[in-house]
């Protein structure tokens, strides 16, 4: 990936590199329970815990692996939520897919809005072929987002992850490329 953060810019949202200014915004959907009960983390509860997280953005940036922007709203301009790949194998052209949004902006069609734009940017300029995304079968809303952003249901991957003491099953889903057309 080149050295300069992309910026990604839609409707309502800039999507943009985060950085330790935003830790407090940050801090603020990762450390509530609702929010987290699905990523398989338990809520953060210092701001420090944030630093670690914005760390692991550089570091997955640095090694390749993903990207992850931060979702501001331009009429603020402060981070609520952040969306991006994870887990690029760049020989096989694919990448996961993860979001996470603060609360008081659910309902709004932002996460939408903002996976729509990361999906496009993955396709256009990363060279995916792939894009997935691992869902918990409780996770509904999540569930819903993906499968109106095009993405199919492939099967249950049963005690795929170990996290917060306990086996997770996760829905696999995916698109292709050639599922989308961009004009």
């Given at each position: 990936?080149?050295?300069?953060?992309?910026?990604?810019?839609?409707?309502?949202?800039?999507?943009?590199?985060?950085?330790?200014?935003?830790?407090?915004?940050?801090?603020?959907?990762?450390?509530?329970?609702?929010?987290?009960?699905?990523?398989?983390?338990?809520?953060?509860?210092?701001?420090?815990?944030?630093?670690?997280?914005?760390?692991?953005?550089?570091?997955?940036?640095?090694?390749?692996?993903?990207?992850?922007?931060?979702?501001?709203?331009?009429?603020?301009?402060?981070?609520?939520?952040?969306?991006?790949?994870?887990?690029?194998?760049?020989?096989?052209?694919?990448?996961?897919?993860?979001?996470?949004?603060?609360?008081?902006?659910?309902?709004?069609?932002?996460?939408?809005?903002?996976?729509?734009?990361?999906?496009?940017?993955?396709?256009?300029?990363?060279?995916?072929?792939?894009?997935?995304?691992?869902?918990?079968?409780?996770?509904?809303?999540?569930?819903?987002?993906?499968?109106?952003?095009?993405?199919?249901?492939?099967?249950?991957?049963?005690?795929?992850?170990?996290t917060c003491g306990k086996f997770d099953d996760l829905y696999m889903y995916s698109i292709l490329k050639a599922d989308v057309m961009y004009t």
């Amino acid at each position: 990936m080149g050295k300069e953060f992309p910026v990604i810019e839609t409707e309502r949202l800039i999507l943009r590199e985060v950085t330790t200014d935003d830790d407090k915004d940050i801090f603020t959907y990762l450390s509530d329970q609702d929010v987290m009960k699905h990523m398989g983390l338990k809520p953060y509860q210092t701001v420090k815990d944030v630093w670690e997280e914005i760390r692991w953005y550089q570091t997955i940036r640095e090694e390749g692996s993903g990207i992850r922007w931060g979702i501001t709203r331009k009429d603020s301009g402060k981070v609520i939520g952040s969306c991006g790949f994870l887990n690029r194998v760049s020989k096989h052209f694919r990448a996961e897919v993860g979001f996470e949004l603060s609360k008081d902006h659910w309902g709004q069609g932002i996460t939408g809005e903002a996976l729509q734009a990361v999906v496009k940017y993955g396709f256009q300029n990363l060279e995916l072929e792939r894009i997935e995304a691992l869902i918990e079968p409780a996770n509904l809303p999540s569930q819903k987002l993906v499968e109106k952003q095009g993405f199919v249901r492939e099967g249950l991957l049963r005690h795929y992850e170990f996290t917060c003491g306990k086996f997770d099953d996760l829905y696999m889903y995916s698109i292709l490329k050639a599922d989308v057309m961009y004009t």
